[in-house]
């Protein structure tokens, strides 16, 4: 690897970052429009008096998801702070 000036590593960065960004956006977009639909279907198929256990947490909603996205936002950090 060539040693490279000090605007072409920050555009290196930049460019990372906003990648990594945009994953995030799309990852956080992702498990919103999952999480909405479970709880329409769960609404759809709650028994009478059912409806008030709906509380937004989902069994099972990916916990693999959301410590990835938890993964972006430390390197995200991380790029700040450089």
Do not use: C, W
């Not at 990648?19 to 999480?35: C, D, F, H, P, V």
């Amino acid at each position: 690897m060539t040693k490279d000036n000090p605007e072409q590593a920050r555009h290196r960065a930049e460019t990372s970052f906003k990648k990594k960004e945009a994953a995030l956006m799309e990852g956080q977009k992702a498990m919103e429009e999952y999480r909405a639909g479970h709880r329409a279907m769960q609404e759809k198929t709650a028994r009478p008096g059912e409806q008030s256990r709906v509380r937004g947490r989902v069994p099972g909603e990916g916990h693999h998801l959301l410590r990835r996205v938890g993964g972006i936002l430390q390197e995200a950090g991380a790029l700040l702070e450089a």
